[in-house]
Each structure stands twice: as C-alpha cells, then as structure tokens.
C-alpha cells in the first residue's frame, strides 16, 4: 500500500468517479498536491478500501478520482493487539498514539492509574480523547493503514481487569516480571492485551488486582522506557512475533 490514503465516511455504492472534498479534499490538494494520473487510496478506516486515479484538482479542496476499483476488505488479524495506555503528561498521550498507529496496534484503551499525574475529567477528558482519536486517525492515514485502531473511552482499573480476564495473553509490563516479552508463548488467534503503566509504574494494589485477572508481569529488556514509548517497542515485539511484520 503505497499510495496516499483518504477517509471517506462511505464506500457503499461508490461510483467510477468519486469526489473528495472537505478537509480530506484540501489536504489531497493543497497539502499534497495531488496531480493527474497519481494514484489514491479511498476508505472508511475500517478495513475496506478502494483504489482511483487522480482525474483533475479543482480549487484548493476538491479532488475528483476516476478508474476506482471495486472495493477490497482488509481481513481482521488472526491475533489482535490491544494496548492499554496510561494516560501520559502533556503530548505524550499523543506521541504514543501516533508511534503504536504507526506500527499497527489495534486497539487503544486509555487508562487512568493510580499514579497517573495527568487525570482526565469534564470537559478537558473529552477534549483529551477526542486529541488521541484524531492523532490516530491521521496517523493511520500517514502510515497507510486502512484499518485504523480504535480508541476506546477512558478505563477505570476495574474495567482494565475485565479486559484482561477476556484476553487470550494478558501481560502488563513491569520490572518484576521475570520472563522476557520476547519469549513468551503467544495465542495463534485471539487477542493479545498488553497493560503500559504511568511513569511512576504500576501500583503493588493494580498489580495484584490484574494478577487476578490472570495476566502475568514481563519485562522488555534491560533498559527503561518511557510510558509513552514502551507500548510502541512492546507492540513491534508482538508484531514480529505473530507474523504480522513478516
């Protein structure tokens, strides 16, 4: 999938030619600078998608695409990845959104820890979703994906162990794991839940309450990372691992 890809809110009965405005329309054509005879990726985000060729650029934000294809459907993945993020201070939620887009995580479960200094309430949670949301909208764009991970509401750590009582692997990254990540046995279908602690790392009471839940504590390797860059390094580990890279 090399050519630059575009969200339309529908595929359904999408014509030989297809006209993309708005946003999507003036970034193809202001941003882009899509000319004729270049070729574009049309989808929903979800899986389906469908390949054009540029017709004419009109204005600053419409594009008109010809000779699309019929539509094509991305499978699911045998094993999907969800990653649970603690809520990161600053733009760091962000930047670890957009790294585990990039490298093709599913899912995307915010969560508030206990240590967590940045809180999400009112009015400001929602703007803060609505950021991690967005970014992995663009970025699934950016990295030609046109299956985009979805990012789920805000988890209480109670809701974060009934997600990892119904995942087929369950793992939190912690320094007191005493297997490495990179050679436990992984599930051939079904899904992967992987729990990324705050900077302060997770609670003794989190802990044991995931434990519980029947996930076990691994570690990466020998160094410390970031919260808001172990999901990303953790996520590549799994995706090499379960073919999806290969």
């Known amino acids: 999938m090399t050519a630059p890809v575009f969200v339309v809110d529908r595929l359904d009965g999408i014509g030989p030619e297809f006209v993309l405005d708005g946003p999507e329309g003036r970034h193809a054509v202001s941003v882009k600078r899509l000319r004729p005879g270049e070729d574009v990726v049309l989808t929903d985000g979800h899986g389906r998608w469908t390949e054009g060729v540029v017709k004419t650029a009109e ?63 009112g009015d400001r949670g929602l703007k803060a979703l609505g950021k991690w949301r967005a970014t992995a909208r663009e970025a699934g764009k950016q990295s030609r994906r046109v299956r985009f991970p979805e990012v789920a509401d805000a988890a209480t750590t109670k809701q974060v162990a009934e997600l990892l009582a119904e995942a087929d692997l369950a793992a939190v990254l912690h320094e007191s794991g005493d297997e490495p990540l990179a050679t436990v046995d992984l599930p051939a279908e079904g899904r992967i839940v992987l729990v990324v602690g705050p900077e302060g790392g997770v609670s003794p009471e989190e802990l044991a309450l995931f434990g519980d839940a029947g996930a076990r504590a691994f570690r990466l390797g020998r160094t410390v990372l970031r919260t808001s860059t172990a999901g990303t390094a953790a996520a590549a580990l799994l995706l090499v691992r379960t073919g999806r890279w290969s």
């Open 59 to 121: 204005g600053k934000d419409r594009l008109v695409v010809m000779d699309l294809e019929s539509l094509h459907e991305e499978p699911s993945p045998a094993v999907r990845i969800t990653v649970v993020q603690a809520l990161p201070k600053g733009d760091r939620g962000e930047l670890a959104v957009e790294t585990m887009t990039e490298v093709g995580v599913d899912a995307i479960v915010p969560w508030a820890a206990s240590r967590c200094i940045t809180q999400w309430k």
